[in-house]
């Protein structure tokens, strides 16, 4: 039985879930696994704390340039790569490898087999028990965003017996997809604030194009209004449990310990839960109607990965990000725009959009978002020969009732099915992955998108959207950009971080949230981007927000301030607005000073 647990947002509690939810299981008398799917930020680890047993690399073949007494120079490598990961300048032939898919269709064109190939370590696989629980999980390399999917099947090749226990990462995007799909129950859990029920939204469209008809959990059940459960209603969701808003379960959590150990009173809970689960999960209910699926909706002004025209007058970037959802990071950037003066502003979490809750964007313009395109198998031309399955390495293509038949969710668009069918019976379609807006706010010109349900190409969004705020550049009097980025440290990341000048790292003092800054501190690093880091919520934990400032310390990295925590934050979210506009307390002070270090380091860059 396999059960994956999501969240259409990070923060809302998912690897608390799950966490508690597997001990529970476990404690009950059943054979548990635990798999941390969440490959870019695992955090299941520092909770169940299992004594590891074994340790393996995970490594690739990767094409890594040419045998130049081979290569003829006819760039036909460069010209098959959907991905960019190949440029011919010349007599030069680049390879890009952080681009790399590694599809193969370098290898398949290449007329005198020039293309060498060398193999990669992508990430690490860590194997041991938490009590009676088998753990496993996966950790990305640094810079490997785009090997996030072969990270997760290779976690998921540990599936066994018994009950297993999916940890996914938030959103609704690739990562996501490639955890959930085949799951007997997927899971959301959500909190009640505006932005907990924006992207439950979103996740449940996704579950339901993927054939999964979800349950929910509602984590810090304090309602200030009938919003989630009114939404949960209509679209006749079932929440399978409620877990209170309690400051002693945040204190459990900081420290990394579980509520069902600490916390008797919370034992029962889940318990009721699990008992619900593994029903739901044995008793599959029918897919509830689903959305129309994002296509063609915007007629006439479609733009491309590749057609991106930016201008030479780029803004003075600042990226907000944070290793781990939840840590405040959209609030806080909400609130860096109401207080400046002057910027062009950018959301780039674009497979769960949070900002425009807050800053009520104006469309001025908009359109279509074609990042690739999805392959399909023309029945009358197939011969059935199964040379496209065999070629295929996203495993996309099946047999069903002996004919080929290609899954849109797992193809990448890459063609290499059709580069090697005998008999043309590959057809290759553009596709619409997403859209993309330009609008007026309350604070200043704004560039934001909407990724499809369940697509791919989150990270050629990302860029696109950063060309269209550089474009707001070129058309203002403003010189300066503010980009609320994506968590983790996987692709949009990645495209939200490239060319910026200065990235602000948002942590809470928590286990998970110092173990994830580490993370995207590694990120910043490898790009060479400037970085500063804010402690949201700081006083949950005194010890662990001494422990952020003396890891700073040794990375000599600047901490640009603490901000206490305070409900005014909650509050004014549900008003639809920052919390610096909503009222003077602790936490606006805070903010603004820190807003004051931010601006005069963007004013010093030339």
């Known amino acids: 039985m396999k059960i994956a647990v999501s969240s259409g947002k990070g923060g809302t509690g998912k690897t608390f879930v799950s966490t508690n939810l597997a001990r529970t299981l476990s404690g009950m008398g059943n054979n548990v696994r635990y798999l941390d799917c969440d490959v870019e930020e695992p955090n299941g680890h520092l909770f169940l704390k299992p004594v590891i047993e074994k340790e393996e690399d995970v490594a690739i073949l990767f094409p890594v340039g040419v045998d130049e007494n081979k290569c003829t120079k006819c760039r036909k490598c460069a010209d098959v790569c959907k991905y960019n990961a190949i440029a011919a300048l010349g007599d030069n032939i680049l390879y890009f490898s952080q681009l790399c898919h590694v599809c193969g269709a370098c290898k398949i064109v290449c007329p005198v087999d020039a293309v060498v190939e060398e193999e990669r370590k992508i990430g690490l696989m860590k194997h041991g028990k938490s009590g009676n629980i088998d753990f496993h999980y996966g950790l990305l390399n640094t810079g490997e965003g785009s090997m996030t999917v072969r990270m997760i099947n290779k976690v998921k090749e540990y599936i066994g017996d018994g009950i297993n226990i999916l940890d996914s990462a938030p959103g609704t995007s690739c990562p996501v997809v490639a955890t959930v799909k085949d799951a007997d129950l997927c899971v959301f859990v959500t909190d009640p604030t505006p932005f907990g029920v924006n992207d439950l939204k979103l996740a449940v469209d996704m579950a339901r194009e993927l054939g999964q008809e979800p349950a929910v ?23 399978i449990g409620e877990i209170p808003d309690d400051r002693k379960i945040a204190e459990v959590y ?51 990965s590749k057609k991106q025209a ?30 400046s003066k002057n910027i062009i502003i950018s ?10 809750l807050i800053l009520k964007p104006q469309v001025k313009e908009k359109g279509d978002f074609s990042g690739g395109q999805k392959a399909e198998i023309v029945q009358d031309r197939c011969v059935s020969c199964g040379d496209c399955q065999r070629a295929c390495q996203f495993n996309a293509i099946y047999q069903q009732g002996g004919l080929y038949k290609v899954d849109p969710i797992a193809c990448e668009g890459c063609g290499v099915c059709d580069l090697v069918c005998p008999n043309n019976a590959v057809a ?5 992955n997403g859209q993309w807006f330009v609008s007026d706010t309350r604070f200043g010109p704004m560039s934001h998108a909407k990724l499809g349900i369940a697509e791919e190409n989150s990270g050629k969004l990302v860029s696109l959207v950063r060309a269209k705020m550089a474009q707001l550049a070129d058309d203002s009097a403003s010189n300066q950009g503010l980009i609320d980025g994506s968590p983790g440290t996987g692709c949009p990341v990645i495209s939200s971080l490239v060319g910026s000048r200065y990235a602000v790292i948002v942590t809470e003092p928590t286990v998970s949230g110092v173990h994830d800054m580490e993370r995207i501190l590694n990120v910043t690093r490898h790009f060479n981007i400037p970085s500063g880091v804010i402690v949201n919520k700081a006083d949950l934990n005194n010890a662990k927000t001494e422990e952020i400032k003396k890891i700073l310390d040794e990375k000599k990295v600047e901490l640009l301030g603490s901000i206490l925590y305070d409900k005014a934050v909650t509050q004014a979210q549900l008003k639809g607005i920052s919390v610096v506009e909503y009222k003077k307390c602790r ?9 004051k270090k931010i601006e005069d380091k963007l004013n010093s860059i030339k």
Request: hydrophobic fraction near 35%.
């Open 217 to 239: 959990i509602v984590n810090r059940a304090d309602y200030h209004n009938n919003e989630l459960k009114d939404y949960c209603r209509e679209a006749e969701l079932e929440i």
């Open 587 to 595: 936490a606006t002070e805070q903010i603004e000073t820190i807003w």
């Open 310 to 339: 930016v201008p030479e007058k780029r803004p003075k970037e600042i990226v907000i990000i944070s290793g781990k959802g939840g840590t405040g990071k959209t609030s806080i950037c909400a609130s860096f725009a109401a207080l």
């Open 347 to 356: 959301d780039c979490d674009v497979d769960a959009a949070d900002l425009h």
């Open 254 to 304: 900081s420290v990394g310990d579980l509520t069902v150990d600490r916390l008797p009173e919370y034992k029962k809970v889940f318990e009721e839960l699990a008992g619900k689960i593994l029903n739901l999960a044995k008793n599959k209910k029918p897919v509830r109607k689903k959305k129309e699926h994002l296509v063609n909706k915007i007629k006439g002004n479609t733009e491309t």
């Open 428 to 432: 290759m379609h553009d596709v619409i």
